[in-house]
T-cell receptor, first 115, second 112 residues
Framework: KAGVTQTPRYLIKTRGQQVTLSCSPI?????VSWYQQTPGQGLQFLFE???????NKGNFPGRFSGRQFSNSRSEMNVSTLELGDSALYLC??????????????FGPGTRLTVL | KNQVEQSPQSLIILEGKNCTLQ??????????LRWYKQDTGRGPVSLTI?????NTKSNGRYTATLDADTKQSSLHITASQLSDSASYIC???????????FGKGNQVVVIP
Protein backbone atom coordinates (compact mmCIF):
# COMPACT_ATOMS: atom_id res chain seq x y z
CA LYS A 1 0.00 0.00 0.00
CA ALA A 2 1.51 3.34 -1.00
CA GLY A 3 2.31 5.79 1.77
CA VAL A 4 1.29 9.40 2.18
CA THR A 5 2.61 11.53 -0.66
CA GLN A 6 3.15 15.26 -0.67
CA THR A 7 3.89 17.58 -3.53
CA PRO A 8 5.96 19.50 -4.15
CA ARG A 9 8.82 18.38 -1.93
CA TYR A 10 10.59 21.73 -2.08
CA LEU A 11 9.31 25.22 -2.77
CA ILE A 12 10.85 28.68 -2.78
CA LYS A 13 8.57 31.70 -2.68
CA THR A 14 8.91 35.40 -1.92
CA ARG A 15 7.11 37.44 0.69
CA GLY A 16 3.58 38.33 -0.25
CA GLN A 17 3.06 35.41 -2.60
CA GLN A 18 0.67 32.58 -1.96
CA VAL A 19 1.32 28.84 -2.08
CA THR A 20 -0.70 25.64 -2.37
CA LEU A 21 0.59 22.33 -1.04
CA SER A 22 -0.93 18.97 -1.87
CA CYS A 23 -1.30 15.76 0.11
CA SER A 24 -2.53 12.35 -0.99
CA PRO A 25 -3.37 10.11 1.97
CA ILE A 26 -2.98 6.36 2.20
CA UNK A 27 -5.72 4.63 0.26
CA UNK A 28 -8.77 4.18 2.47
CA UNK A 29 -7.78 6.86 4.98
CA UNK A 30 -10.33 9.59 5.40
CA UNK A 31 -8.63 11.77 7.99
CA VAL A 32 -5.91 14.16 6.89
CA SER A 33 -4.04 16.48 9.23
CA TRP A 34 -1.55 19.22 8.47
CA TYR A 35 1.38 20.32 10.62
CA GLN A 36 4.03 22.99 10.49
CA GLN A 37 7.48 22.05 11.76
CA THR A 38 10.22 24.57 12.54
CA PRO A 39 13.45 24.12 14.51
CA GLY A 40 12.35 26.56 17.17
CA GLN A 41 8.72 25.52 17.66
CA GLY A 42 8.76 21.85 16.72
CA LEU A 43 5.59 20.35 15.31
CA GLN A 44 2.50 22.53 15.42
CA PHE A 45 -0.98 21.41 14.42
CA LEU A 46 -2.62 23.39 11.64
CA PHE A 47 -5.91 21.62 10.92
CA GLU A 48 -7.56 18.27 10.36
CA UNK A 49 -10.02 17.28 7.66
CA UNK A 50 -12.38 14.34 7.67
CA UNK A 51 -14.82 13.58 4.88
CA UNK A 52 -14.27 16.99 3.27
CA UNK A 53 -15.02 18.85 6.53
CA UNK A 54 -12.59 20.66 8.78
CA UNK A 55 -12.87 18.83 12.08
CA ASN A 56 -10.15 20.51 14.15
CA LYS A 57 -8.15 23.68 13.82
CA GLY A 58 -4.96 24.88 15.45
CA ASN A 59 -3.96 28.40 16.41
CA PHE A 60 -2.80 29.75 13.08
CA PRO A 61 -3.93 32.95 11.34
CA GLY A 62 -6.55 32.91 8.63
CA ARG A 63 -3.83 33.10 5.98
CA PHE A 64 -3.56 29.35 6.45
CA SER A 65 -6.44 27.43 4.96
CA GLY A 66 -7.13 24.01 3.62
CA ARG A 67 -9.64 21.78 2.00
CA GLN A 68 -10.28 18.12 1.34
CA PHE A 69 -11.71 16.57 -1.76
CA SER A 70 -14.10 13.67 -2.11
CA ASN A 71 -11.19 11.29 -2.78
CA SER A 72 -9.66 12.39 0.57
CA ARG A 73 -6.80 14.24 -1.10
CA SER A 74 -6.14 17.50 0.68
CA GLU A 75 -4.61 20.86 -0.16
CA MET A 76 -3.24 23.53 2.12
CA ASN A 77 -3.00 27.16 1.08
CA VAL A 78 -0.97 29.95 2.62
CA SER A 79 -1.65 33.45 1.38
CA THR A 80 0.47 36.59 1.76
CA LEU A 81 3.56 34.63 2.72
CA GLU A 82 5.81 35.92 5.50
CA LEU A 83 9.42 35.04 6.23
CA GLY A 84 8.27 33.18 9.35
CA ASP A 85 6.25 30.78 7.22
CA SER A 86 9.46 29.07 6.15
CA ALA A 87 9.08 25.57 7.52
CA LEU A 88 8.54 21.91 6.79
CA TYR A 89 4.84 21.28 6.21
CA LEU A 90 3.80 17.76 7.05
CA CYS A 91 0.64 15.95 6.17
CA UNK A 92 -0.57 12.88 8.04
CA UNK A 93 -3.43 10.50 7.37
CA UNK A 94 -5.20 7.95 9.51
CA UNK A 95 -7.90 5.38 9.02
CA UNK A 96 -9.90 7.06 11.79
CA UNK A 97 -11.69 4.01 13.05
CA UNK A 98 -12.86 6.11 15.94
CA UNK A 99 -10.22 4.71 18.25
CA UNK A 100 -8.02 7.01 20.27
CA UNK A 101 -5.06 4.90 19.22
CA UNK A 102 -5.53 5.32 15.48
CA UNK A 103 -2.03 5.73 14.08
CA UNK A 104 -1.16 8.75 12.00
CA UNK A 105 1.06 8.10 9.03
CA PHE A 106 3.13 11.07 7.94
CA GLY A 107 4.25 12.06 4.49
CA PRO A 108 7.80 13.25 3.73
CA GLY A 109 6.78 16.90 3.94
CA THR A 110 7.08 19.97 1.77
CA ARG A 111 10.03 22.23 2.58
CA LEU A 112 8.86 25.82 2.04
CA THR A 113 11.39 28.63 1.97
CA VAL A 114 10.14 32.22 1.90
CA LEU A 115 12.66 34.82 0.75
CA LYS B 1 4.40 26.84 28.76
CA ASN B 2 4.51 23.81 26.48
CA GLN B 3 2.25 20.98 27.61
CA VAL B 4 4.89 18.43 26.64
CA GLU B 5 8.51 18.80 27.71
CA GLN B 6 11.24 16.48 26.50
CA SER B 7 14.73 16.00 27.83
CA PRO B 8 17.53 15.96 27.06
CA GLN B 9 17.20 18.26 24.08
CA SER B 10 20.06 16.44 22.40
CA LEU B 11 22.55 13.72 23.20
CA ILE B 12 25.42 11.87 21.61
CA ILE B 13 25.89 8.17 22.35
CA LEU B 14 28.32 5.50 21.26
CA GLU B 15 27.10 2.74 19.00
CA GLY B 16 26.02 -0.26 21.04
CA LYS B 17 25.18 1.74 24.16
CA ASN B 18 21.74 2.25 25.66
CA CYS B 19 19.99 5.56 26.23
CA THR B 20 16.78 6.85 27.76
CA LEU B 21 14.74 9.82 26.63
CA GLN B 22 12.26 11.58 28.90
CA UNK B 23 8.85 13.13 28.26
CA UNK B 24 6.85 15.01 30.89
CA UNK B 25 3.39 16.27 30.11
CA UNK B 26 0.57 18.27 31.65
CA UNK B 27 -2.16 17.34 29.15
CA UNK B 28 -5.41 16.52 30.91
CA UNK B 29 -7.58 14.56 30.62
CA UNK B 30 -5.13 12.11 29.16
CA UNK B 31 -6.00 9.84 26.26
CA UNK B 32 -2.78 8.40 24.88
CA LEU B 33 0.91 9.06 24.40
CA ARG B 34 2.88 8.36 21.25
CA TRP B 35 6.57 8.28 20.47
CA TYR B 36 7.65 9.08 16.92
CA LYS B 37 11.03 8.77 15.24
CA GLN B 38 11.91 11.36 12.62
CA ASP B 39 14.92 10.88 10.41
CA THR B 40 16.44 13.98 8.88
CA GLY B 41 14.47 15.07 5.83
CA ARG B 42 11.64 12.63 6.45
CA GLY B 43 8.27 12.63 8.13
CA PRO B 44 7.83 11.16 11.64
CA VAL B 45 7.21 7.43 11.96
CA SER B 46 5.18 6.00 14.84
CA LEU B 47 7.13 3.83 17.29
CA THR B 48 4.65 3.21 20.11
CA ILE B 49 1.21 4.27 21.28
CA UNK B 50 0.19 3.85 24.93
CA UNK B 51 -3.15 4.43 26.60
CA UNK B 52 -3.84 5.13 30.26
CA UNK B 53 -3.86 1.47 31.24
CA UNK B 54 -0.55 0.57 29.60
CA ASN B 55 2.72 1.19 31.37
CA THR B 56 5.16 -0.35 28.94
CA LYS B 57 5.28 -1.14 25.24
CA SER B 58 8.10 -2.37 23.05
CA ASN B 59 8.90 -2.09 19.37
CA GLY B 60 12.11 -3.97 18.67
CA ARG B 61 14.94 -2.23 20.48
CA TYR B 62 12.65 0.61 21.53
CA THR B 63 10.78 0.33 24.84
CA ALA B 64 8.42 3.03 26.02
CA THR B 65 7.14 3.38 29.56
CA LEU B 66 4.28 5.44 30.89
CA ASP B 67 3.45 6.58 34.40
CA ALA B 68 0.07 8.28 34.07
CA ASP B 69 0.07 9.24 37.75
CA THR B 70 3.24 11.33 37.50
CA LYS B 71 2.56 12.18 33.84
CA GLN B 72 5.92 10.94 32.70
CA SER B 73 7.04 8.73 29.86
CA SER B 74 10.40 7.43 28.76
CA LEU B 75 11.75 5.87 25.59
CA HIS B 76 14.62 3.46 26.06
CA ILE B 77 16.84 2.55 23.14
CA THR B 78 18.78 -0.67 23.62
CA ALA B 79 22.07 -1.44 21.86
CA SER B 80 21.94 1.71 19.75
CA GLN B 81 22.75 1.58 16.06
CA LEU B 82 23.87 4.31 13.69
CA SER B 83 20.39 4.25 12.16
CA ASP B 84 18.94 5.35 15.50
CA SER B 85 20.32 8.83 14.84
CA ALA B 86 17.13 10.86 14.60
CA SER B 87 14.75 13.14 16.46
CA TYR B 88 12.36 11.39 18.83
CA ILE B 89 9.09 13.22 19.36
CA CYS B 90 6.64 12.67 22.22
CA UNK B 91 3.00 13.42 21.38
CA UNK B 92 0.20 13.43 23.94
CA UNK B 93 -3.48 13.30 23.05
CA UNK B 94 -6.25 14.77 25.18
CA UNK B 95 -9.38 12.74 25.79
CA UNK B 96 -12.55 14.17 24.36
CA UNK B 97 -11.27 16.43 21.63
CA UNK B 98 -8.27 14.32 20.61
CA UNK B 99 -6.16 17.48 20.49
CA UNK B 100 -2.49 16.65 20.17
CA UNK B 101 0.31 18.31 22.14
CA PHE B 102 3.81 17.89 20.76
CA GLY B 103 7.18 17.92 22.44
CA LYS B 104 10.04 19.57 20.60
CA GLY B 105 11.90 16.30 20.32
CA ASN B 106 15.05 14.65 21.59
CA GLN B 107 17.84 14.82 19.01
CA VAL B 108 19.91 11.63 19.22
CA VAL B 109 23.22 11.18 17.44
CA VAL B 110 24.83 7.75 17.49
CA ILE B 111 28.54 7.71 16.71
CA PRO B 112 30.69 4.69 15.83
Amino acid sequence: KAGVTQTPRYLIKTRGQQVTLSCSPISGHRSVSWYQQTPGQGLQFLFEYFSETQRNKGNFPGRFSGRQFSNSRSEMNVSTLELGDSALYLCASSSDRGLSTDTQYFGPGTRLTVL
Amino acid sequence: KNQVEQSPQSLIILEGKNCTLQCNYTVSPFSNLRWYKQDTGRGPVSLTIMTFSENTKSNGRYTATLDADTKQSSLHITASQLSDSASYICVVSARGNNRLAFGKGNQVVVIP
